[in-house]
């Protein structure tokens, strides 16, 4: 496995990697007379267009990736624009996370090191170089057409006179993407609490209707680790003033004391477009683009003067304790009334707008981490770009259809993102249901209801339902927080398409309905108001989650109102019993499940404080034989077999 690093003509200066924290992974730099073997045959010219790249690919190869495309999953065939987008409407690459990077199931990955919006456009047919001469030709070129032999991957990178390539090699799917997010400064590692459930208020609440709300989670006993502000918690949100309403809030501070101290963290929404009245708006003017959006500043958060100001106006509300933020509306939007400011803005950097856009969610969601110091958060954002795995930030969207949800889902694995299918709306208490199984195997277990005065199991009455699926979350904390402890230290996707792991598979190619939830797990969800659907296993032993039943590698027909779930044969799961929320000294009660032989099986837990970027990490190891442990954070009661 290897990175090369291979530039072509004379690189723009404003590209992801000059913002990237370092990599994790030496870097050999080659000419493009030099280029490694899976890259042969590839050319470059440079004209008034800009750049042009392309390289020859089988069409028996598949093609992944692309940030968050949630139209398409296998992108053989396809053009795709990297255009940030808040509203993409067709599979054109549109996207609130569009990334310049693709893998390929022939063992190598390429990331286009460039800020513009570039095209690519996967296996072209080029024109044969002769008029074929006899039958033989005529079928090679038949072939050809119809998209059945040899093509070509095209990219076309606007107004850049050169750029930097990164080939990333790699045995499988899931060697090539870890080493793009290890290139990207390795794997975000969310607090502890971070993976909990989190739900969004509605955006008209007052102080005491929030407590009251927060007050019914215990009362119901749902578990819930971190309640979430929309933007009526300020004077001014669009643009926003990052001030308290004083008549929604007249203390705040004794708001959010009150909330942690029944155990929930506090997460605010805002967006970067800084209002008048804010703090440090007159300070901020000659760090700021040259055009408003909603009136307000658009920060050039590539300047370390603009980060340090905008950093201080958030200063009181993380000193009051506030650990987690929404970054809304750092996307842009082509289709709702075209807010934003224009490609051909200018920013104090030197960056015009276009570069801006691609840059603008990373460099924000940069700017709150760094603010929020030796405090880690999980936290969420509406727009990231390349390189941006280190960043404890999960995507969203203002969109809402399901089944597109979790194309996202498989498809945020192949670039360093993490994306949750959030709940917002349900037609009934099915649908909502349905819409949680899905939920809580992904990265952020999240609720948005920011339009709803109750909570919406309350509003479908299936609050036992609700219940049972979020404590099935916490039961498995400790399984999903060691996954985020491989993708922080080898960067491994803790959920990621089957194809990562199962490429020799062809039925994993267009596996986009299903997806590993950490090395162990296949989750195949089923969506409103689906009662059945087909499962495909791979090869060999695999259990059902909930019954222990076995079953063989293949395609299974599933009937059920429940989440159908499978685990590897050979694995010891650990399961923990469920706690209402996580605190510092939250210790897990654990029960070994082994699934199926597990002689030789190891389960590995990760413990270390769980709230600081400066805590030691110990990796314990157990098996069904040795499960004693002098963890503070894990208690191994026994092993039950299934």
């Not at 390429?110 to 074929?132: E, Q, W």
């Not at 969601?365 to 280190?390: C, D, H, I, W, Y």
Request: hydrophobic content about 35%.
């Amino acid at each position: 496995m290897s990175v090369y690093k291979i530039r072509l003509g004379i690189p723009e200066p404003f590209v992801p990697t000059r913002f990237a924290p370092p990599s994790r992974l030496p870097v050999e730099e080659r000419g493009p007379e030099a280029l490694p073997s899976c890259l042969a045959g590839l050319t470059y010219s440079v004209s008034t267009r800009g750049v042009k790249i392309t390289l020859p690919v089988d069409n028996s190869i598949s093609l992944y990736g692309f940030g968050l495309q949630l139209k398409s999953f296998r992108q053989n065939g396809k053009k795709k624009t990297i255009r940030p987008n808040a509203d993409p409407k067709s599979d054109s690459g549109d996207s609130h996370a569009p990334v310049p990077f693709l893998v390929t199931t022939a063992g190598f990955g390429l990331f286009v090191d460039t800020a513009r919006y570039c095209d690519f456009y996967c296996n072209l047919s080029p024109k044969p170089a002769a008029k074929p001469q006899n039958a033989a030709e005529r079928m090679d070129m038949n072939d050809m057409i119809g998209g059945n032999a040899g093509g070509e991957l095209l990219v076309e990178i606007p107004v850049a006179r050169g750029v930097d390539l990164y080939c990333f090699t790699g045995d499988t799917v899931l060697d090539v993407v870890s080493q793009y997010n290890l290139f990207s400064g390795g794997g975000c590692m969310p607090p502890l609490w971070g993976l909990g459930n989190f739900y969004r208020c509605d955006m008209t609440f007052r102080d005491e209707q929030i407590l009251e709300l927060a007050k019914r989670f215990r009362e119901l006993d749902i578990p819930c680790d971190v309640i979430g502000l929309e933007p009526g918690w300020q004077t001014h949100a669009y643009s926003c003033s990052y001030r308290w309403d004083s008549q929604r809030f007249p203390n705040p501070a004794e708001t959010v004391a009150e909330l942690k101290k029944d155990g929930f963290h506090v997460n605010l929404w805002e967006h970067a477009f800084t209002h008048p009245t804010a703090e440090k708006y007159e300070e901020m003017l000659p760090y700021a683009g040259d055009y408003l959006v909603w009136n307000g500043l658009v920060p050039d958060f590539s300047l370390e003067e603009a980060g340090k100001l905008f950093a201080e106006m958030q200063k009181p509300l993380m000193d009051m304790g506030v650990d987690g933020f929404k970054l809304d509306e750092c996307d842009g939007s082509d289709f709702t009334g075209g807010w934003t400011f224009p490609n051909c803005a200018s920013f104090p950097s030197g960056m015009d707008g276009e570069q801006y856009h691609s840059l603008f969610g990373l460099l924000y969601a940069k700017t709150m981490e760094k603010a929020l110091g030796n405090t880690r958060t999980l936290s969420q954002v509406r727009n990231m770009g390349a390189l941006a795995a280190s960043y404890p930030f999960v995507l969203y969207s203002d969109l809402y259809g399901h089944r597109e949800f979790l194309t996202g889902l498989v498809n945020a694995g192949f670039a360093g993102l993490l994306w949750s299918p959030e709940v917002r709306h349900a037609e009934n208490a099915e649908d909502l249901l349905r819409r949680i199984q899905s939920v809580i195997f992904s990265p952020q277990s999240l609720v948005n209801a920011f339009y709803l005065p109750n909570h919406p199991w309350v509003q479908h009455d299936c609050v036992e339902g609700a219940r049972e699926l979020f404590r099935l979350r916490m039961s498995l904390l400790p399984y999903l927080y060691t996954a985020f402890y491989d993708y922080h230290t080898a960067g491994k996707p803790p959920v990621r398409a089957l194809v990562c792991d199962y490429q020799n598979e062809k039925e994993a190619h267009d596996c986009s309905t299903q997806w590993l939830f950490g090395d162990h797990l296949i989750v195949a969800p089923l969506i409103y108001p689906e009662k059945e659907r087909d499962v495909w296993l791979p090869p060999g032993e695999w259990y059902d989650f909930f019954t222990g039943e076995k079953l063989k590698g293949g395609t299974h027909h599933v009937v059920t109102d429940g989440i159908p779930v499978y685990v590897k044969g050979g694995t010891l799961l650990p399961f923990a019993q469920p706690v209402e929320h996580l605190v510092p000294d939250t210790r897990f009660d654990i029960t070994l499940r082994a699934y199926g032989d597990c002689k030789a099986a190891v389960c590995r837990l990760v413990e270390d404080d769980g709230e600081t970027h400066s805590a030691s990490y110990r990796l314990l190891e157990v098996t069904t034989e040795r499960y004693e442990t002098d963890s503070f954070r894990y208690r191994v009661a026994g092993v039950e077999q299934y």
